[in-house]
């Protein structure tokens, strides 16, 4: 069966850095896209960031641009969300999910979803 799960979440200090990590079983991702979305207090999940199985990578949120990068290990099946210069802001609770072959940033496309991480930037 599918099943998604991230890691790597935490406190941090406006500034740092964390590497939030999704581990995908049940399915390969050379065929699948994966979707990174967040949901902060009070507001609606977004989409953020997604790497389709060819590698092509998407970001869709302006202010994570430059600061995030999406990358993945196919042997590994494992994705990765790389976030630098980390701000207040950024403190959701972080999703990854998959479901369509391309990338998306509408939550109703993807089908299977991890449990999110916690991601707090505070000093």
């Known amino acids: 069966q599918v099943q998604l799960v991230e890691s790597g979440g935490g406190l941090v200090q406006p500034g740092g850095s964390l590497r939030l990590s999704c581990a995908a079983s049940?399915?390969?991702?050379?065929?699948?896209?994966i979707g990174w979305f967040r949901q902060a207090p009070g507001k609606a999940r977004e989409g953020i960031s997604c790497?389709?199985?060819?590698?092509?990578?998407?970001y869709y949120v302006d202010s994570v641009k430059g600061r995030f990068t999406i990358s993945k290990d196919n042997a590994k099946k494992m994705v990765y969300l790389q976030m630098n210069s980390l701000k207040s802001e950024d403190t959701a609770v972080y999703y990854c999910a998959t479901g369509p072959y391309y990338c998306t940033d509408y939550e109703s496309h993807y089908v299977y979803w991890g449990q999110g991480t916690q991601v707090t930037v505070s000093s």
């Open positions: 790497i389709t199985s060819s590698g092509d990578t998407w």
């Open positions: 049940g399915f390969t991702l050379d065929t699948s896209a």
